[in-house]
């Protein structure tokens, strides 16, 4: 596989579910995003990782956990979510992070329905 | 605060010119990106500037104007697969990456 991959595609869970997304980049690439695209919304960056460290958090709730195991994987897991966290979510990977030029290359993304 | 401003929608036709403009006031700069995205679909990547003037890419340029606060992106002869939406995403000083909300390009026969 190339680029950046995200498993599932398509989630529904209830507020009192467990789950993870998955992210894997196949690019060699140093750091990688988490987002969250809400219709009409800028993209929310959401975690950022380089070199497998947490470098950014966005106040974002501690319902959302981030992992990276590794410089290519990167997890997001869920757990009481509630009915205003459904949206795209949204992974991505850079060459390096904290200086410019490197474009971001995303993946195709997972679409969270929470009921 | 910081912010991206584009059209939330914009309308042309099969074959024409279209300019899709973007503002944007932050905290320094270094430089702006541009993305595609197909609805369902990842952005991906169409153009980066960082110093003023136009970028040409075969259908597509950017301009930059970084005294103006100013992009533009230009897509010339349209096609039907150029209907998407637009993203203006600036790096500020910090190198964070500050995203506006879009701008969907309806292209009609």
């Known amino acids: 596989e190339t680029g950046v991959t995200q498993t599932p595609r398509h989630l529904v869970m209830g507020m009192t579910n467990k789950k993870s997304l998955k992210c894997e980049q196949h690019l060699g690439h140093n750091a990688m995003y988490w987002y969250k695209q809400s219709a009409k919304k800028p993209l929310e960056l959401m975690f950022v990782y380089s070199l497998e460290e947490r470098v950014e958090n966005n106040s974002v709730p501690s319902r959302f956990s981030p992992e990276c195991p590794n410089s290519s994987h990167l997890f997001l897991h869920l757990h009481t979510l509630q009915p205003e966290d459904s949206a795209l979510y949204l992974c991505a990977s850079s060459q390096e992070w904290g200086t410019g030029g490197y474009e971001q290359y995303f993946g195709p993304g997972t679409r969270l329905t929470v009921t | 605060g910081q912010n991206i401003d584009q059209p939330t929608e914009m309308t042309a036709t099969e074959g024409a010119i279209v300019q899709i403009n973007c503002t944007y006031q932050?905290?320094?700069?270094?430089?702006l990106f541009w993305y595609q995205q197909h609805a369902g679909e990842a952005p991906t990547f169409l153009s980066y500037?960082?110093l003023d003037g136009l970028e040409e890419k075969g259908r597509f340029s950017s301009f930059l104007s970084r005294s103006k606060g100013y992009s533009y992106l230009l897509l010339k002869e349209l096609q039907m697969k150029d209907s998407a939406s637009y993203l203006c995403?600036?790096?500020?000083?910090?190198?964070?990456?500050?995203w506006g909300a879009g701008t969907k390009l309806i292209i009609k026969p």
């Open positions: 500037n960082v």
């Open positions: 995403a600036v790096f500020n000083s910090n190198y964070q990456l500050i």
């Open positions: 932050t905290s320094g700069f270094n430089g």
